[in-house]
């Protein structure tokens, strides 16, 4: 089917082709959040500065991407208009912070590394060795993904919004 989107201008308009509304609803219909999640992680765990990591369902082709976007950045309406975003995470300091005690030791642990005075990963690589801090961020992301909840009510407003008319 056929949208026109405007641009940053009211009379700037450009006509885009897009997947039916049902094909995009059976496209979401058939995710698995974890897997949402941890690729929305995958490209926020690369990226310190601030900004956004996001994985979206492409409504032109129905293949979901993720994508990072800079702090105080935007794309121009004709780049986003076919992004039903399912994910974001934020990227530099507001990030995900998976190197702590909570998330990386147990509680017995998180009790001796009080006294320690290197940081997480010099503690877990001297006690256990380099792959058991590999295997337990790791774990971590499990847990995260585990957890994660796609969050419909937001995905229906924005299919509101980009099939509004039709």
Not at 52 to 74: H, Q
Not at 110 to 132: A, C, M, P
């Amino acid at each position: 089917m056929k949208v026109k989107i405007n641009g940053f201008s009211y009379d700037e308009v450009r006509e885009f082709e897009i997947l039916e509304r049902e094909k995009v609803e059976s496209i979401l219909d058939e995710i698995e959040p974890a897997d949402i999640f941890r690729s929305t992680m995958e490209i926020a765990l690369g990226y310190f500065h601030s900004g956004t990591a996001y994985t979206f369902l492409d409504a032109r082709d129905g293949k979901i991407k993720t994508s990072w976007l800079g702090s105080n950045s935007f794309n121009h309406p004709w780049d986003s208009f076919y992004e039903i975003v399912l994910c974001r995470l934020e990227t530099g300091s507001g990030r995900i912070d998976l190197d702590t005690a909570e998330m990386l030791l147990e509680r017995k642990e998180q009790e001796e590394y009080k006294n320690y005075s290197g940081n997480i990963r010099e503690y877990l690589t001297e006690k256990y060795g380099k792959d058991e801090y590999k295997e337990r961020i790791e774990n971590a992301i499990d847990y995260l993904c585990d957890d994660f909840e796609v969050d419909w009510d937001d995905i229906k407003e924005q299919l509101n919004n980009l099939y509004s008319g039709f």
